[in-house]
């Protein structure tokens, strides 16, 4: 019976630290549906574009970036900062120039742009011609499927972010790793794991906190959300992972990390 009470009250304790890593995330569905809302989540045809901005165009081959997706914070229900109700990304995707953004350079305002608007309005829209060469011509809507993440268990032991297995460890807990997934099970009924690697919000599915996250002021960045291999007929090789620095609100502060191991 005491070890019992033990185990039940360890357990208590492993559902509390999770809750405390635990993250909201949306997963991305790719539709056939037209999405007729300028202000809608889609992928392809024309992105919400206000008067002050163009179509971005590539610093280095000077030719119109492609227009990946766009999400609006309605329609995926993960709470970002208010600057980031409507966003969406562009890329450089020309296979002849010699810095598009790929895996191996990715430079915000040169080979990739975000724009991000806080009170999006149809009245507020002007509408451009579409470049030639975009992937996709047609407005598809996506479908956002509500869930949680957490870290994978080999980055837990690996990174250990918010230093619970520290403690763990001191505790004298034995099968960490067992029982992180027996409780993950219940802190997280709908998860958002590797399986599914295109989501909104939530911990990037190699990144949590490691090396690879990028830092502003010495702290990581937000992150935005995955794309897994392609979105929109555009290919990101293996994991690209949009990050955000909510210290500094301005139009610069956006990485694009790839991973690709």
Same mark, same amino acid.
């Given at each position: ?132 060469? /975009? ?7 996506? !479908? =956002?499927? $509500?869930?949680? +993440? *957490? ?74 959300? /995955? ?7 555009? !290919? =990101?090789? $293996?994991?690209? +992972? *949009? ?19």
């Amino acid at each position: 019976m005491i070890c019992r009470l033990m185990t039940t009250d360890l357990d208590i304790r492993f559902e509390q630290e999770l809750k405390r890593l635990r993250s909201p995330a949306a997963r991305v569905h790719e539709t056939q549906e037209p999405c007729e809302d300028v202000l809608g989540s889609f992928i392809g045809g024309h992105p919400y574009l206000e008067a002050e901005r163009e179509w971005p165009v590539c610093c280095f081959c000077h030719r119109p970036m492609s227009f990946t997706v766009q999400l609006h914070a309605r329609d995926h229900g993960i709470i970002l900062p208010e600057r980031l109700t409507l966003l969406s990304l562009f890329v450089c995707n020309h296979e002849d120039c010699k810095r598009r953004c790929s895996l191996s350079y990715a430079e915000h305002g040169e080979n990739f742009r975000v724009y991000a608007y806080a009170n999006p309005a149809p009245s507020k829209h002007r509408a451009r011609s579409i470049p030639a060469g /975009q992937p996709e011509k047609v407005r598809r809507r996506l !479908r =956002f499927e $509500e869930g949680w +993440s *957490l870290p994978d268990w080999t980055i837990v032991e690996a990174r250990d972010p918010l230093g619970i297995l520290a403690r763990w460890q001191a505790e004298g807990v034995t099968n960490p790793g067992s029982r992180y997934a027996r409780v993950s099970r219940k802190v997280c009924p709908v998860p958002i794991d590797d399986a599914f690697k295109r989501f909104v919000g939530g911990w990037p599915a190699w990144t949590n906190l490691s090396d690879k996250t990028p830092l502003c002021a010495g702290e990581p960045m937000l992150h935005l959300f /995955q794309v897994w291999d392609s979105l929109g007929g555009i !290919r =990101f090789y $293996e994991q690209a +992972s *949009l990050f955000y620095c909510p210290l500094h609100p301005s139009d610069d502060e956006f990485e694009l990390v790839f991973d690709y191991t």
